[in-house]
Protein backbone atom coordinates (compact mmCIF):
# COMPACT_ATOMS: atom_id res chain seq x y z
CA UNK A 1 0.00 0.00 0.00
CA UNK A 2 2.65 2.40 0.65
CA UNK A 3 3.76 4.14 -2.86
CA UNK A 4 7.10 4.53 -4.18
CA UNK A 5 10.35 6.04 -1.95
CA UNK A 6 11.88 7.20 -5.39
CA UNK A 7 11.86 10.24 -6.99
CA UNK A 8 11.11 13.90 -5.38
CA UNK A 9 7.51 13.97 -4.15
CA UNK A 10 6.25 17.32 -5.59
CA UNK A 11 5.80 17.75 -9.16
CA UNK A 12 8.33 19.12 -10.58
CA UNK A 13 8.11 22.75 -11.84
CA UNK A 14 7.65 22.67 -15.36
CA UNK A 15 7.60 19.90 -18.33
CA UNK A 16 10.73 17.49 -18.55
CA UNK A 17 10.43 16.82 -15.64
CA UNK A 18 10.92 12.67 -17.14
CA UNK A 19 14.22 13.32 -18.73
CA UNK A 20 16.37 11.46 -17.41
CA UNK A 21 19.00 13.98 -15.90
CA UNK A 22 21.80 13.54 -13.45
CA UNK A 23 18.90 12.95 -10.99
CA UNK A 24 17.04 9.84 -10.24
CA UNK A 25 14.03 10.54 -12.94
CA UNK A 26 10.87 11.44 -11.40
CA UNK A 27 8.61 8.77 -12.21
CA UNK A 28 9.00 4.75 -11.93
CA UNK A 29 8.52 2.74 -14.93
CA UNK A 30 7.24 -1.00 -14.59
CA UNK A 31 8.21 -2.73 -18.16
CA UNK A 32 7.43 -6.13 -18.47
CA UNK A 33 10.12 -9.11 -19.10
CA UNK A 34 8.87 -11.68 -21.76
CA UNK A 35 7.69 -10.42 -25.58
CA UNK A 36 6.95 -7.48 -25.01
CA UNK A 37 10.40 -6.70 -23.44
CA UNK A 38 12.48 -5.59 -26.34
CA UNK A 39 10.16 -3.39 -28.14
CA UNK A 40 9.47 -1.54 -25.04
CA UNK A 41 13.33 -1.01 -24.43
CA UNK A 42 14.07 0.41 -27.56
CA UNK A 43 10.95 2.86 -27.18
CA UNK A 44 12.29 4.13 -24.11
CA UNK A 45 16.18 4.42 -25.66
CA UNK A 46 14.34 6.50 -28.01
CA UNK A 47 12.91 8.69 -25.54
CA UNK A 48 16.70 8.81 -24.30
CA UNK A 49 16.04 6.81 -21.16
CA UNK A 50 19.71 4.46 -20.49
CA UNK A 51 18.31 0.65 -21.08
CA UNK A 52 21.73 -0.85 -21.27
CA UNK A 53 21.80 -2.17 -17.89
CA UNK A 54 18.06 -3.44 -18.03
CA UNK A 55 19.59 -5.33 -21.55
CA UNK A 56 22.47 -6.96 -19.93
CA UNK A 57 21.01 -8.42 -16.41
CA UNK A 58 17.81 -10.62 -16.72
CA UNK A 59 17.81 -11.08 -13.45
CA UNK A 60 18.26 -7.90 -11.85
CA UNK A 61 14.62 -6.63 -11.63
CA UNK A 62 15.26 -3.22 -10.44
CA UNK A 63 17.17 -0.52 -12.24
CA UNK A 64 16.72 2.70 -10.17
CA UNK A 65 19.10 4.96 -11.69
CA UNK A 66 16.92 4.88 -15.43
CA UNK A 67 13.65 4.34 -13.19
CA UNK A 68 13.06 1.28 -14.36
CA UNK A 69 11.59 -1.97 -12.35
CA UNK A 70 11.00 -4.94 -14.56
CA UNK A 71 8.43 -8.06 -13.93
CA UNK A 72 5.82 -10.53 -15.54
CA UNK A 73 3.48 -8.69 -17.95
CA UNK A 74 0.69 -9.59 -15.30
CA UNK A 75 1.98 -8.06 -12.58
CA UNK A 76 2.56 -4.80 -13.88
CA UNK A 77 -1.27 -3.51 -13.35
CA UNK A 78 -0.36 -4.72 -9.46
CA UNK A 79 2.85 -3.07 -8.72
CA UNK A 80 0.96 0.49 -10.99
CA UNK A 81 -2.15 0.06 -9.07
CA UNK A 82 -0.51 0.34 -5.58
CA UNK A 83 1.86 3.19 -6.14
CA UNK A 84 4.96 1.21 -5.87
CA UNK A 85 5.54 2.21 -10.08
CA UNK A 86 4.50 5.28 -11.10
CA UNK A 87 3.40 4.40 -14.74
CA UNK A 88 3.96 0.86 -16.55
CA UNK A 89 3.71 -1.00 -19.76
CA UNK A 90 1.43 -3.67 -20.33
CA UNK A 91 -0.42 -5.75 -22.50
CA UNK A 92 -4.36 -4.94 -23.50
CA UNK A 93 -4.87 -8.72 -23.03
CA UNK A 94 -3.09 -8.32 -19.35
CA UNK A 95 -5.65 -5.14 -18.71
CA UNK A 96 -8.76 -7.17 -20.06
CA UNK A 97 -8.49 -9.75 -17.60
CA UNK A 98 -8.05 -7.71 -14.41
CA UNK A 99 -10.68 -4.98 -15.07
CA UNK A 100 -10.80 -4.04 -11.54
CA UNK A 101 -7.75 -2.60 -11.16
CA UNK A 102 -7.94 1.08 -10.53
CA UNK A 103 -5.53 1.82 -12.69
CA UNK A 104 -5.40 4.96 -16.00
CA UNK A 105 -4.96 3.57 -19.59
CA UNK A 106 -3.96 6.28 -21.14
CA UNK A 107 -1.80 5.02 -24.26
CA UNK A 108 -2.18 2.65 -26.72
CA UNK A 109 1.70 2.12 -27.54
CA UNK A 110 0.79 0.09 -30.77
CA UNK A 111 3.59 -2.71 -30.63
CA UNK A 112 3.01 -6.15 -29.08
CA UNK A 113 0.28 -6.92 -31.47
CA UNK A 114 -2.08 -10.03 -31.00
CA UNK A 115 -5.50 -11.76 -30.75
CA UNK A 116 -7.00 -12.95 -28.00
CA UNK A 117 -9.18 -15.96 -29.79
CA UNK A 118 -11.38 -18.65 -29.48
CA UNK A 119 -9.50 -21.91 -31.46
CA UNK A 120 -10.36 -25.44 -31.67
CA UNK A 121 -9.19 -28.97 -33.21
CA UNK A 122 -8.94 -28.55 -37.56
CA UNK A 123 -11.69 -30.24 -39.23
CA UNK A 124 -14.70 -30.24 -36.69
CA UNK A 125 -16.84 -28.06 -34.55
CA UNK A 126 -17.04 -29.56 -31.01
CA UNK A 127 -18.14 -26.38 -30.08
CA UNK A 128 -21.32 -26.30 -32.43
CA UNK A 129 -21.70 -30.09 -31.15
CA UNK A 130 -21.60 -29.81 -27.49
CA UNK A 131 -23.60 -26.70 -27.59
CA UNK A 132 -26.21 -28.42 -29.69
CA UNK A 133 -26.01 -31.70 -28.20
CA UNK A 134 -25.16 -30.70 -24.24
CA UNK A 135 -26.32 -27.27 -23.97
CA UNK A 136 -22.71 -25.91 -22.74
CA UNK A 137 -18.83 -25.69 -23.89
CA UNK A 138 -15.94 -26.39 -22.26
CA UNK A 139 -13.19 -24.45 -22.76
CA UNK A 140 -9.82 -24.01 -21.75
CA UNK A 141 -7.80 -21.20 -20.95
CA UNK A 142 -5.32 -18.83 -18.79
CA UNK A 143 -7.51 -16.00 -19.47
CA UNK A 144 -10.90 -16.75 -17.35
CA UNK A 145 -12.30 -13.55 -17.02
CA UNK A 146 -12.19 -13.08 -20.87
CA UNK A 147 -13.24 -16.01 -21.44
CA UNK A 148 -16.27 -16.22 -19.29
CA UNK A 149 -16.97 -12.57 -20.25
CA UNK A 150 -16.98 -13.57 -24.37
CA UNK A 151 -19.08 -16.60 -23.71
CA UNK A 152 -21.21 -14.74 -21.81
CA UNK A 153 -21.93 -12.07 -23.69
CA UNK A 154 -22.52 -14.21 -27.32
CA UNK A 155 -25.15 -16.24 -25.06
CA UNK A 156 -23.67 -19.26 -24.49
CA UNK A 157 -23.27 -21.48 -21.56
CA UNK A 158 -19.44 -22.70 -21.05
CA UNK A 159 -17.58 -24.07 -18.52
CA UNK A 160 -14.47 -22.64 -18.11
CA UNK A 161 -11.28 -24.92 -17.10
CA UNK A 162 -8.24 -22.69 -15.79
CA UNK A 163 -4.85 -24.09 -17.34
CA UNK A 164 -1.12 -22.69 -16.06
CA UNK A 165 0.60 -24.57 -19.02
CA UNK A 166 0.50 -25.00 -22.63
CA UNK A 167 -3.10 -24.24 -23.30
CA UNK A 168 -3.35 -25.80 -26.86
CA UNK A 169 -3.03 -29.55 -24.76
CA UNK A 170 -6.35 -29.25 -23.68
CA UNK A 171 -8.63 -29.72 -26.71
CA UNK A 172 -6.35 -32.40 -27.91
CA UNK A 173 -6.78 -34.79 -25.20
CA UNK A 174 -10.50 -34.58 -25.13
CA UNK A 175 -10.34 -32.12 -21.61
CA UNK A 176 -11.98 -29.13 -23.29
CA UNK A 177 -14.17 -28.61 -26.58
CA UNK A 178 -12.59 -25.40 -27.15
CA UNK A 179 -9.35 -23.01 -25.90
CA UNK A 180 -9.18 -18.95 -25.31
CA UNK A 181 -5.53 -17.54 -26.03
CA UNK A 182 -3.44 -14.98 -27.02
CA UNK A 183 -1.97 -15.98 -30.77
CA UNK A 184 0.31 -13.80 -32.83
CA UNK A 185 1.88 -15.55 -35.02
CA UNK A 186 -0.83 -18.84 -35.32
CA UNK A 187 2.33 -20.67 -35.95
CA UNK A 188 1.64 -22.32 -32.63
CA UNK A 189 -2.26 -23.06 -33.29
CA UNK A 190 -1.08 -24.82 -37.03
CA UNK A 191 1.20 -26.74 -35.20
CA UNK A 192 -0.84 -28.14 -32.58
CA UNK A 193 -3.50 -28.35 -35.47
CA UNK A 194 -6.25 -25.71 -34.04
CA UNK A 195 -7.92 -23.24 -36.37
CA UNK A 196 -9.18 -20.20 -35.28
CA UNK A 197 -12.86 -19.95 -34.86
CA UNK A 198 -13.41 -16.65 -32.92
CA UNK A 199 -12.15 -13.36 -32.19
CA UNK A 200 -12.03 -11.44 -29.55
CA UNK A 201 -10.10 -8.46 -29.12
CA UNK A 202 -7.05 -7.28 -30.39
CA UNK A 203 -4.58 -6.38 -28.47
CA UNK A 204 -1.16 -4.44 -27.96
CA UNK A 205 0.53 -2.62 -25.47
CA UNK A 206 -0.75 -0.04 -23.72
CA UNK A 207 0.85 2.87 -21.56
CA UNK A 208 -0.82 2.88 -17.86
CA UNK A 209 -0.35 4.87 -14.70
CA UNK A 210 -1.12 4.76 -10.92
CA UNK A 211 -4.23 7.34 -10.66
CA UNK A 212 -2.94 8.91 -7.13
CA UNK A 213 0.84 9.96 -9.62
CA UNK A 214 -1.94 10.92 -12.41
CA UNK A 215 -2.73 13.92 -10.41
CA UNK A 216 0.73 14.42 -8.31
CA UNK A 217 3.43 13.83 -10.81
CA UNK A 218 0.80 15.20 -13.66
CA UNK A 219 3.13 16.91 -16.16
CA UNK A 220 5.80 14.12 -15.61
CA UNK A 221 2.94 11.94 -16.57
CA UNK A 222 1.67 14.24 -19.50
CA UNK A 223 5.56 15.02 -21.00
CA UNK A 224 5.78 10.90 -20.89
CA UNK A 225 2.63 10.51 -23.07
CA UNK A 226 3.57 13.03 -24.88
CA UNK A 227 6.98 12.02 -25.81
CA UNK A 228 5.53 8.10 -26.16
CA UNK A 229 3.24 9.53 -28.68
CA UNK A 230 5.64 10.97 -31.10
CA UNK A 231 7.78 7.78 -30.36
CA UNK A 232 5.08 5.03 -31.67
CA UNK A 233 4.34 5.34 -34.96
CA UNK A 234 0.75 4.75 -35.49
CA UNK B 1 -3.86 -22.50 17.26
CA UNK B 2 -4.76 -20.16 14.76
CA UNK B 3 -7.87 -19.23 13.64
CA UNK B 4 -8.98 -16.72 10.67
CA UNK B 5 -11.05 -13.89 9.88
CA UNK B 6 -12.75 -12.79 6.62
CA UNK B 7 -10.86 -11.79 4.12
CA UNK B 8 -10.23 -8.07 4.22
CA UNK B 9 -10.39 -7.77 7.58
CA UNK B 10 -7.99 -8.07 10.69
CA UNK B 11 -7.65 -7.52 14.21
CA UNK B 12 -5.97 -3.85 15.60
CA UNK B 13 -3.35 -4.25 18.52
CA UNK B 14 -2.95 -2.01 20.93
CA UNK B 15 0.29 0.09 19.27
CA UNK B 16 -1.32 0.75 16.46
CA UNK B 17 -4.65 0.86 17.65
CA UNK B 18 -3.64 3.56 20.02
CA UNK B 19 -2.33 6.18 17.03
CA UNK B 20 -5.31 5.43 15.41
CA UNK B 21 -6.87 7.20 18.33
CA UNK B 22 -4.34 9.97 18.27
CA UNK B 23 -5.18 10.46 14.65
CA UNK B 24 -9.09 10.70 14.99
CA UNK B 25 -8.93 12.38 18.16
CA UNK B 26 -7.04 15.48 16.23
CA UNK B 27 -9.57 14.99 13.21
CA UNK B 28 -12.18 15.10 15.73
CA UNK B 29 -11.18 18.18 17.53
CA UNK B 30 -11.21 19.84 14.20
CA UNK B 31 -14.59 18.64 13.42
CA UNK B 32 -16.30 19.82 16.97
CA UNK B 33 -14.49 23.11 16.63
CA UNK B 34 -15.89 24.01 13.63
CA UNK B 35 -19.46 23.46 15.15
CA UNK B 36 -19.47 19.36 13.80
CA UNK B 37 -21.01 17.15 15.93
CA UNK B 38 -20.30 13.82 16.01
CA UNK B 39 -23.23 11.18 15.27
CA UNK B 40 -23.20 7.39 15.38
CA UNK B 41 -25.61 5.74 12.77
CA UNK B 42 -26.82 1.43 13.08
CA UNK B 43 -24.08 -1.00 10.90
CA UNK B 44 -27.20 -2.54 9.54
CA UNK B 45 -29.95 -0.35 7.45
CA UNK B 46 -32.96 -1.48 5.68
CA UNK B 47 -31.94 -2.32 1.72
CA UNK B 48 -35.13 -0.56 0.87
CA UNK B 49 -33.75 2.20 2.69
CA UNK B 50 -30.23 2.60 1.16
CA UNK B 51 -31.99 1.81 -2.17
CA UNK B 52 -33.96 5.19 -1.53
CA UNK B 53 -30.68 7.34 -1.66
CA UNK B 54 -28.78 5.10 -4.50
CA UNK B 55 -30.00 2.21 -6.81
CA UNK B 56 -27.42 0.54 -5.93
CA UNK B 57 -27.43 0.77 -2.36
CA UNK B 58 -23.67 2.39 -2.87
CA UNK B 59 -22.16 -0.75 -3.85
CA UNK B 60 -23.36 -1.81 -0.56
CA UNK B 61 -22.04 -5.78 -0.53
CA UNK B 62 -23.64 -7.60 2.61
CA UNK B 63 -27.21 -8.66 3.01
CA UNK B 64 -28.82 -11.11 5.61
CA UNK B 65 -32.51 -11.51 6.32
CA UNK B 66 -33.68 -10.46 9.94
CA UNK B 67 -35.86 -12.73 11.64
CA UNK B 68 -39.28 -11.34 9.97
CA UNK B 69 -37.66 -11.46 6.66
CA UNK B 70 -36.91 -8.07 6.27
CA UNK B 71 -33.80 -7.07 4.15
CA UNK B 72 -30.42 -6.07 6.39
CA UNK B 73 -27.76 -4.38 4.61
CA UNK B 74 -24.25 -3.15 5.69
CA UNK B 75 -23.74 -0.03 5.07
CA UNK B 76 -21.35 0.71 2.00
CA UNK B 77 -20.55 4.37 3.19
CA UNK B 78 -22.01 6.54 5.66
CA UNK B 79 -23.72 9.50 3.22
CA UNK B 80 -26.87 7.63 2.93
CA UNK B 81 -27.56 6.85 6.87
CA UNK B 82 -27.29 10.36 7.60
CA UNK B 83 -29.64 11.90 4.96
CA UNK B 84 -32.08 9.17 6.12
CA UNK B 85 -30.87 10.25 9.64
CA UNK B 86 -31.40 14.49 9.05
CA UNK B 87 -34.93 13.41 7.52
CA UNK B 88 -36.14 11.07 10.36
CA UNK B 89 -34.84 13.03 13.38
CA UNK B 90 -34.29 16.57 12.06
CA UNK B 91 -37.33 17.10 10.44
CA UNK B 92 -37.58 20.96 11.08
CA UNK B 93 -33.83 21.70 12.45
CA UNK B 94 -32.83 24.85 11.23
CA UNK B 95 -30.09 25.00 8.84
CA UNK B 96 -27.19 24.51 8.01
CA UNK B 97 -26.60 21.00 9.76
CA UNK B 98 -23.02 20.43 10.42
CA UNK B 99 -22.49 16.69 11.37
CA UNK B 100 -19.34 14.48 11.83
CA UNK B 101 -18.85 10.49 12.11
CA UNK B 102 -15.92 7.60 12.72
CA UNK B 103 -17.27 4.35 11.09
CA UNK B 104 -16.70 1.36 9.96
CA UNK B 105 -17.87 1.00 6.05
CA UNK B 106 -18.29 -2.30 4.34
CA UNK B 107 -17.53 -2.71 0.76
CA UNK B 108 -17.52 -6.27 -1.56
CA UNK B 109 -13.87 -7.04 -2.54
CA UNK B 110 -12.47 -9.57 -5.54
CA UNK B 111 -11.11 -12.47 -3.64
CA UNK B 112 -6.94 -12.19 -3.31
CA UNK B 113 -7.31 -8.38 -4.45
CA UNK B 114 -5.64 -7.05 -1.38
CA UNK B 115 -8.52 -4.54 -0.48
CA UNK B 116 -10.17 -4.11 2.75
CA UNK B 117 -13.87 -5.64 3.52
CA UNK B 118 -14.09 -2.99 6.56
CA UNK B 119 -13.15 0.43 6.20
CA UNK B 120 -12.49 2.83 9.10
CA UNK B 121 -14.11 6.17 7.68
CA UNK B 122 -14.03 9.77 9.26
CA UNK B 123 -16.15 12.36 7.59
CA UNK B 124 -17.97 14.89 7.57
CA UNK B 125 -21.29 16.20 5.96
CA UNK B 126 -22.72 19.81 5.77
CA UNK B 127 -26.30 20.47 5.03
CA UNK B 128 -28.45 23.27 4.12
CA UNK B 129 -25.24 24.98 2.43
CA UNK B 130 -25.53 25.47 -1.27
CA UNK B 131 -22.44 25.32 -3.91
CA UNK B 132 -20.09 27.14 -3.24
CA UNK B 133 -19.41 27.60 -0.21
CA UNK B 134 -20.27 24.41 1.51
CA UNK B 135 -17.55 22.46 -0.81
CA UNK B 136 -15.24 25.40 0.32
CA UNK B 137 -15.96 24.56 4.14
CA UNK B 138 -15.62 21.12 3.74
CA UNK B 139 -12.79 20.35 1.94
CA UNK B 140 -10.65 23.25 3.04
CA UNK B 141 -11.94 21.67 6.99
CA UNK B 142 -10.95 18.15 5.85
CA UNK B 143 -7.19 19.35 4.70
CA UNK B 144 -6.67 21.80 7.84
CA UNK B 145 -7.55 18.34 9.70
CA UNK B 146 -4.99 16.29 7.95
CA UNK B 147 -2.74 18.80 8.84
CA UNK B 148 -3.42 18.65 12.61
CA UNK B 149 -3.11 14.58 11.83
CA UNK B 150 0.61 15.05 11.03
CA UNK B 151 0.12 15.12 7.18
CA UNK B 152 2.14 17.67 5.29
CA UNK B 153 1.99 16.58 1.67
CA UNK B 154 -1.38 15.89 0.97
CA UNK B 155 -3.55 17.36 -1.78
CA UNK B 156 -7.03 17.95 -3.25
CA UNK B 157 -8.00 17.19 -6.33
CA UNK B 158 -11.54 18.82 -7.48
CA UNK B 159 -13.97 18.43 -10.66
CA UNK B 160 -17.55 18.31 -11.41
CA UNK B 161 -19.08 14.94 -11.52
CA UNK B 162 -21.48 16.33 -13.52
CA UNK B 163 -19.07 18.15 -16.30
CA UNK B 164 -18.63 15.15 -18.84
CA UNK B 165 -22.48 14.17 -19.16
CA UNK B 166 -23.67 18.10 -19.72
CA UNK B 167 -20.93 17.91 -22.30
CA UNK B 168 -22.56 14.92 -24.15
CA UNK B 169 -26.05 16.64 -23.81
CA UNK B 170 -25.09 19.58 -25.11
CA UNK B 171 -23.54 17.83 -28.30
CA UNK B 172 -26.26 15.43 -29.14
CA UNK B 173 -24.65 12.40 -27.77
CA UNK B 174 -26.72 9.80 -28.45
CA UNK B 175 -27.83 7.46 -25.54
CA UNK B 176 -25.81 4.19 -26.15
CA UNK B 177 -22.46 5.67 -27.25
CA UNK B 178 -23.03 8.34 -23.91
CA UNK B 179 -23.23 5.50 -21.67
CA UNK B 180 -20.59 3.15 -23.32
CA UNK B 181 -17.99 6.69 -22.99
CA UNK B 182 -19.15 7.89 -18.97
CA UNK B 183 -18.25 3.44 -18.91
CA UNK B 184 -14.54 4.37 -20.23
CA UNK B 185 -14.28 7.06 -18.48
CA UNK B 186 -15.53 5.69 -14.94
CA UNK B 187 -13.03 3.05 -16.09
CA UNK B 188 -10.53 5.60 -16.40
CA UNK B 189 -9.99 3.94 -20.10
CA UNK B 190 -9.03 6.47 -21.90
CA UNK B 191 -7.71 4.76 -24.88
CA UNK B 192 -11.25 2.90 -25.29
CA UNK B 193 -12.56 6.50 -24.66
CA UNK B 194 -10.47 8.10 -27.94
CA UNK B 195 -11.23 4.95 -29.61
CA UNK B 196 -14.69 4.79 -29.54
CA UNK B 197 -14.74 9.40 -29.89
CA UNK B 198 -12.83 8.20 -33.28
CA UNK B 199 -16.24 6.51 -34.46
CA UNK B 200 -19.12 8.98 -33.63
CA UNK B 201 -20.29 11.34 -35.80
CA UNK B 202 -18.71 15.02 -34.48
CA UNK B 203 -16.69 17.94 -35.54
CA UNK B 204 -13.08 17.35 -35.11
CA UNK B 205 -12.96 20.18 -32.20
CA UNK B 206 -16.16 18.87 -30.54
CA UNK B 207 -13.76 15.46 -30.56
CA UNK B 208 -10.99 16.82 -29.48
CA UNK B 209 -13.05 18.50 -26.72
CA UNK B 210 -14.10 15.11 -25.23
CA UNK B 211 -10.79 13.57 -25.24
CA UNK B 212 -9.13 16.34 -24.03
CA UNK B 213 -11.39 17.31 -20.85
CA UNK B 214 -10.35 13.83 -18.92
CA UNK B 215 -6.87 14.57 -19.42
CA UNK B 216 -6.95 18.30 -18.12
CA UNK B 217 -5.56 18.70 -14.18
CA UNK B 218 -3.23 20.94 -12.66
CA UNK B 219 -3.74 24.08 -10.99
CA UNK B 220 -6.86 27.26 -11.73
CA UNK B 221 -4.83 27.62 -15.31
CA UNK B 222 -6.82 24.27 -16.43
CA UNK B 223 -10.33 26.18 -15.84
CA UNK B 224 -9.05 28.03 -18.64
CA UNK B 225 -7.64 25.91 -20.87
CA UNK B 226 -11.59 23.62 -20.40
CA UNK B 227 -12.80 26.96 -21.53
CA UNK B 228 -10.66 27.76 -24.86
CA UNK B 229 -11.61 23.73 -25.51
CA UNK B 230 -14.80 23.81 -25.21
CA UNK B 231 -15.80 26.90 -27.21
CA UNK B 232 -18.22 29.54 -26.54
CA UNK B 233 -20.82 27.14 -28.11
CA UNK B 234 -20.88 25.32 -25.08
CA UNK B 235 -22.83 27.40 -22.21
CA UNK B 236 -24.09 24.23 -19.96
CA UNK B 237 -20.31 23.00 -19.31
CA UNK B 238 -18.82 26.36 -19.06
CA UNK B 239 -21.10 27.49 -16.51
CA UNK B 240 -20.41 23.95 -14.53
CA UNK B 241 -16.85 24.92 -14.63
CA UNK B 242 -17.92 28.60 -13.70
CA UNK B 243 -18.83 26.83 -10.73
CA UNK B 244 -16.01 25.21 -9.81
CA UNK B 245 -13.98 28.39 -10.82
CA UNK B 246 -15.84 29.92 -7.41
CA UNK B 247 -15.38 27.03 -5.51
CA UNK B 248 -11.26 26.87 -6.09
CA UNK B 249 -11.19 30.24 -5.90
CA UNK B 250 -12.91 30.61 -2.41
CA UNK B 251 -10.79 27.60 -1.15
CA UNK B 252 -7.28 29.51 -2.43
CA UNK B 253 -7.57 32.44 -0.22
CA UNK B 254 -7.44 30.25 2.30
CA UNK B 255 -4.04 28.35 3.74
CA UNK B 256 -5.15 25.57 1.00
CA UNK B 257 -4.56 27.17 -2.13
CA UNK B 258 -1.19 25.46 -2.57
CA UNK B 259 -3.03 21.75 -2.11
CA UNK B 260 -5.92 22.48 -4.79
CA UNK B 261 -5.69 20.24 -8.13
CA UNK B 262 -8.51 21.20 -10.80
CA UNK B 263 -9.52 17.67 -12.03
CA UNK B 264 -12.03 17.57 -14.94
CA UNK B 265 -11.37 14.00 -15.55
CA UNK B 266 -12.16 13.36 -12.02
CA UNK B 267 -15.65 11.15 -11.80
CA UNK B 268 -16.83 9.36 -8.47
CA UNK B 269 -18.85 6.20 -9.41
CA UNK B 270 -21.15 6.67 -6.44
CA UNK B 271 -25.12 7.62 -8.25
CA UNK B 272 -26.00 10.49 -5.43
CA UNK B 273 -23.95 12.82 -6.60
CA UNK B 274 -24.98 16.18 -8.36
CA UNK B 275 -22.50 18.70 -8.57
CA UNK B 276 -18.69 19.20 -7.33
CA UNK B 277 -16.61 15.78 -6.37
CA UNK B 278 -13.30 15.24 -4.60
CA UNK B 279 -10.58 13.19 -4.17
CA UNK B 280 -7.66 13.01 -1.41
CA UNK B 281 -4.45 11.70 -2.28
CA UNK B 282 -0.66 11.45 -0.30
CA UNK B 283 2.56 10.72 -1.96
CA UNK B 284 3.19 8.16 0.25
CA UNK B 285 -0.04 6.17 -0.49
CA UNK B 286 -0.98 4.50 -3.91
CA UNK B 287 -4.91 5.24 -3.35
CA UNK B 288 -7.04 8.04 -2.94
CA UNK B 289 -7.04 8.55 0.57
CA UNK B 290 -10.78 10.15 0.76
CA UNK B 291 -13.43 11.56 -1.27
CA UNK B 292 -16.15 12.89 -1.56
CA UNK B 293 -18.71 15.55 -3.37
CA UNK B 294 -21.90 17.72 -3.42
CA UNK B 295 -25.46 15.55 -3.49
CA UNK B 296 -28.29 18.07 -3.60
CA UNK B 297 -31.01 15.58 -4.77
CA UNK B 298 -30.35 12.71 -1.58
CA UNK B 299 -32.14 14.65 1.14
CA UNK B 300 -35.14 15.41 -0.80
CA UNK B 301 -35.49 11.64 -1.93
CA UNK B 302 -35.55 11.00 2.28
CA UNK B 303 -38.46 14.09 2.22
CA UNK B 304 -36.27 16.90 3.19
CA UNK B 305 -35.11 18.35 0.17
CA UNK B 306 -31.47 20.61 1.16
CA UNK B 307 -28.37 21.00 -0.83
CA UNK B 308 -25.52 18.91 1.06
CA UNK B 309 -22.10 17.87 0.75
CA UNK B 310 -19.22 16.19 2.22
CA UNK B 311 -16.27 14.57 2.63
CA UNK B 312 -14.26 11.29 4.00
CA UNK B 313 -10.99 9.83 4.51
CA UNK B 314 -9.90 6.27 5.16
CA UNK B 315 -7.73 6.49 8.52
CA UNK B 316 -5.70 3.35 7.69
CA UNK B 317 -4.94 5.39 4.90
CA UNK B 318 -4.41 8.48 6.24
CA UNK B 319 -2.60 6.65 8.96
CA UNK B 320 0.38 5.33 6.22
CA UNK B 321 0.16 8.68 5.13
CA UNK B 322 1.30 10.22 8.77
CA UNK B 323 3.85 7.02 9.58
CA UNK B 324 5.81 7.82 6.27
CA UNK B 325 5.53 11.77 7.65
CA UNK B 326 7.00 10.61 10.29
CA UNK B 327 9.88 8.69 8.90
CA UNK B 328 10.88 11.37 7.01
CA UNK B 329 10.80 14.06 9.31
Redesign the interface.
Same mark, same amino acid.
Given at each position: MTGSAHGPDEPPAGRGGARLAAERPELVIAVPRGALLGDTLDVLDRLGIDTAEVRENDRRLLFAEAGIVTMRPSDVPTYVEHGAADVGITGKDVLLEQPDREVYELLDLHYGHCRMIVAQPEGADPLERSMRRLGAVRVATKYPRIARGHFAATGRQAEIVEVKGSVELAPLTGLVDAIVDLTASGRTLAENRLAEREEIAVCTARLIANPVAHKLKAAAVDDLVARLRAAVPR | MIHRTPAGTRDVLPDEMRELRGLSSRLRATFEEAGYGEVRTPSVEYEDVLRRGDERSAGAGYRVFDERGEVLVLRSDMTIPIARMVASRFPEAPTPLRLSYFAHAYRAV?PQ?GRPREVLQAGIELIGVPAPDGEAEVVGLMLSGLERAGLG?H?V?IGDGSLYRTLLDHLGVGLEPRTALLERLT?? +??? =?LE?LLARLDLDASEREALAVLP?L? =?GREVIETARRALGEGLAPAVEALDRLTGCVEMLAGGHAAERV?V +?LGLVRDLGYYTGAVF?L????? =???IGGGGRYDELLGRFGRALPACGIVVDLH?VH?AQA?EERLA
Amino acid at each position: MTGSAHGPDEPPAGRGGARLAAERPELVIAVPRGALLGDTLDVLDRLGIDTAEVRENDRRLLFAEAGIVTMRPSDVPTYVEHGAADVGITGKDVLLEQPDREVYELLDLHYGHCRMIVAQPEGADPLERSMRRLGAVRVATKYPRIARGHFAATGRQAEIVEVKGSVELAPLTGLVDAIVDLTASGRTLAENRLAEREEIAVCTARLIANPVAHKLKAAAVDDLVARLRAAVPR | MIHRTPAGTRDVLPDEMRELRGLSSRLRATFEEAGYGEVRTPSVEYEDVLRRGDERSAGAGYRVFDERGEVLVLRSDMTIPIARMVASRFPEAPTPLRLSYFAHAYRAVEPQSGRPREVLQAGIELIGVPAPDGEAEVVGLMLSGLERAGLGRHRVAIGDGSLYRTLLDHLGVGLEPRTALLERLTRR +DLV =GLETLLARLDLDASEREALAVLPTLR =GGREVIETARRALGEGLAPAVEALDRLTGCVEMLAGGHAAERVIV +DLGLVRDLGYYTGAVFELYDPAV =GFAIGGGGRYDELLGRFGRALPACGIVVDLHRVHVAQAEEERLA
